[in-house]
């Protein structure tokens, strides 16, 4: 599944060595995993000011309880993305119901959100979710006089690399995200090999700590970083980078020349695209996702090729104290604006010179 990891005539699963690299860091007197491997699936929501994204979302978790029961999971419930609780196994709260009561309280509050959050291992979040299903929506981020946040809701499922071996589908990941895309309507999406960080506020927020992850992600520019929800930054109007599948919604296809001029320039062999909702864009860059390996001169055309052609409805951070991919870069980057701007768009950036 990796391009660049040399398995010469050992019986070796890529997706096992993938998932058994578990960088560490000492936490007080705990040594703690702050990094493992997974596919994920990352939606950044539109804010279209009228309340259907929630709706979408309930929809979107029954398409992923299909394929992945609730039971499984730990599960918070509350309506807070960091409240420490958590029940394995128990039935949560019906969606359904949470739904109606906040769609019923629409008109009377101003702001709330509507979220959940689903992960096998540790209660307590102190290790990466490599199976996982987020979704976050406050509806304060849909107004037009908080446009000035430039924030999205989003939704997130990652799934470990030896579940989908061994579900041996062919093109399950591709359907899956593509029903996803056409359940949610994001603005944009990507889907792709990803780093998983700790859902523990106490470690994700510790950006010393990750820096053990940057020769790892740094060498490796397929990897997607952390969660969704710590992505969420920069999105409303403009998309980030893309992956392995990219969706992009028809109005900032526009932004590019529109379907058929993209269309125009992605044709290299191995480049496959479907249209997406009216005027969008579902894309996959190569057979399989890759996360390429620069120390050994391994890059990733296919990536390159779909960057270069939706550079322009990508973002561009020169303003302000809010990173996109939040807690990525070195320490140094929390006391310098200069420093983090370039952290973030070097990022962002990562595949529009590979060719």
């Not at 895309?181 to 998983?196: D, E, H, N, R, T």
């Not at 893309?242 to 379907?259: K, M, Q, Y």
């Not at 860059?285 to 779909?306: F, R």
Request: hydrophobic residues 40%; aromatic residues 10%; charged residues 20%.
């Amino acid at each position: 599944m990796a391009e660049g990891l040399d398995m010469g005539e050992m019986d070796f699963n890529p997706s096992e060595v993938l998932e058994a690299i578990a960088p560490t860091v000492m936490h007080g007197k705990s040594e703690y995993v702050v990094g493992r491997i997974c596919f994920s699936m990352m939606f950044f929501m539109p804010a279209d000011g009228n309340y259907s994204t929630p709706p979408r979302m309930v929809e979107a978790e029954q398409r992923v309880a299909t394929e992945f029961p609730r039971e499984i999971y730990e599960h918070w419930v509350f309506e807070d993305p960091y409240a420490r609780n958590s029940k394995k196994g128990e039935t949560a709260p019906s969606l359904t119901d949470r739904l109606a009561n906040f769609m019923t309280n629409n008109e009377t509050h101003y702001n709330g959100a509507f979220g959940g959050k689903y992960w096998v291992g540790r209660k307590d979040g102190m290790a990466p979710p490599v199976q996982f299903l987020q979704w976050y929506y406050d509806r304060v981020l849909e107004k037009e006089s908080h446009a000035e946040l430039d924030e999205a809701n989003i939704f997130q499922l990652n799934i470990p690399l030896t579940v989908i071996d061994d579900l041996a589908r062919p093109k399950f990941t591709q359907k899956l995200f593509s029903d996803l895309c056409q359940i949610l309507q994001p603005l944009s999406a990507v889907g792709g090999l990803c780093m998983a960080t700790p859902l523990a506020a106490i470690l994700q927020q510790k950006q010393k700590e990750l820096e053990t992850l940057l020769p790892i992600t740094d060498n490796h520019p397929g990897l997607l970083f952390g969660s969704a929800f710590n992505m969420s930054q920069h999105t409303r109007f403009r998309m980030s980078a893309v992956n392995w599948l990219t969706a992009i919604r028809g109005d900032l296809l526009e932004l590019c020349g529109g379907r058929d001029g993209v269309l125009d320039t992605l044709t290299r062999p191995g480049i496959e695209t479907a249209p997406y909702g009216d005027a969008g864009l579902l894309i996959q860059a190569g057979e399989t996702p890759q996360m390429g390996n620069l120390a050994e001169g391994v890059i990733l055309p296919h990536y390159g090729d779909v960057a270069r052609a939706l550079r322009p409805a990508r973002l561009h951070i020169d303003g302000g104290r809010a990173p996109h991919v939040a807690y990525y870069g070195p320490e140094a980057t929390n006391y310098s604006d200069e420093k983090m701007w370039a952290a973030q768009n070097a990022w962002l950036a990562r595949f529009d010179e590979m060719v």
